[in-house]
């Protein structure tokens, strides 16, 4: 079971939502779409689904072209972050419909059902209605009609955004195991780098309606291969700085240099991008002695309790630093920032990966 999408595009009024894509998802996979809001996430989801129709392009299920075939022909479920349910039905009866349409007996739309409810922890609210549950256990629900629908598609876009931190962060674990067992082709959409590397499985990268890597959850986040993807798969966004390669040194300006060794030896003398992400920036006399320093000013922070996001100027770039514990320093004073050299990127001048981080290859 797969689903291929070959050269799919989405354009209205001659404005770009998807550009030509292509992407095979397969079967018993967990696929997250990862972007910012409107990357193109919602509108890529549509086109596999057969909400909308691609403006080029192909969408192939099973090997067979479904490029015009309606959803209602589809085995497709759907689950948004504003989740749906039929207000005057009970949450058994919700769970039941797409039984019911499929003309399944009443004794296995029993079964399903409450096989359904027991995993989404709804077993002892099958008598309630929607309104009388709270958030969470509404979008549980509409998870659990998507489950017994037995879709061979899956649709989840950011189906947790709305629920507190506790459940979101139990559901993230459970989902993946939920629905593994239906061979089902999965696609979660997600604002959130965390969040994909929880569901594990494959992620594709998203930025202003162009997929710009898929592969594998943790490799992609690992080897990014750009900076585009590099800023998606970070949060906050990974940090660039303009470095020079001279032989075995790599200059950053204002006096700090760093060894270009390991996988940076190889690479021609010129000018690249570093980049390293916000939470492998350190205080300086927290680190190694092998630590790059880096001499900046704080522009701001803001502390969240059990960390503090520092917002510093090195020259004219700007970084954000995500450093443990409270640190109150004034905005204009001056900070001396680490970053161990195993965390570095390199990107070239139009910013394609010019070299991962040591640390990628060892995790």
């Known amino acids: 079971m797969t689903l ?6 989405s354009s ?4 770009s939502h998807i550009h030509p894509t292509d992407l095979t ?10 972007g910012p809001t409107l990357s193109g996430k919602t509108s890529l989801m ?12 192909r969408v192939f299920w099973e090997g ?36 019911r349409i499929q003309g399944a007996s009443k004794s296995e739309i029993d079964r399903r059902v409450h096989e359904a409810a027991a995993l989404m922890k709804l077993d002892q609210m099958l008598t309630r209605k929607p309104l009388e549950l709270s958030g969470g256990q509404q979008q549980r629900c509409a998870l659990a009609r998507a489950l017994v629908k037995g879709a061979g598609l899956v649709l989840l876009d950011e189906p947790l955004a709305n629920l507190d931190y506790k459940l979101r962060e139990e559901l993230r674990v459970e989902i993946p195991k939920i629905f593994e067992k239906s061979g089902a082709i999965f696609v979660y959409a997600t604002t959130e780098p965390e969040e994909a590397l929880l569901l594990g499985g494959h992620t594709a990268t998203l930025w202003e309606g162009r997929v710009t890597q898929f592969g594998r959850t943790a490799e992609v986040y690992r080897q990014p ?7 998606v798969f970070s949060d906050p966004p990974m940090n660039f700085a303009r470095v020079e390669k001279r032989g075995h040194r790599l200059a ?12 940076f030896a190889n690479l021609p003398d010129g000018i690249y991008r570093a ?8 205080i300086a006399g927290h680190h190694s002695g092998s630590a790059i320093e880096l001499p900046c000013t704080i522009r701001g922070t803001e502390v969240t309790g059990s960390e503090t996001f520092l917002h510093l100027s090195h020259g004219s770039d700007q970084w954000v630093g995500l450093v443990h514990g409270v640190h109150a320093l004034d905005a204009g004073a001056a900070l001396t920032c680490a970053l161990d050299p195993s965390f570095l990127y390199l990107f070239t001048e139009d910013g394609q990966l010019a070299a991962p981080a040591s640390y990628a290859f060892a995790a």
């Open 12 to 15: 209205v009024e001659g404005r």
């Open 225 to 231: 291969c750009d900076m585009t993807t590099a800023r």
């Open 46 to 57: 549509r086109l596999m689904a057969g909400l909308d129709q691609p403006s080029s392009g």
């Open 64 to 99: 067979r072209d479904v490029t015009g075939q309606r959803v209602q022909e589809r085995r497709v479920a759907m689950v948004y972050q504003q989740f749906i349910n039929y207000p005057a039905m009970t949450v058994y009866d919700n769970i039941a419909s797409p039984l």
């Open 252 to 263: 950053f300006g204002q006096g700090v240099n760093a060894p270009a060794d390991g996988v």
């Open 25 to 34: 998802l397969q079967k018993g996979t967990m696929n997250v779409l990862l």
């Open 4 to 9: 291929e999408l070959k050269g799919v595009s």
């Open 275 to 282: 980049g390293f992400r916000p939470n492998h920036l350190e």
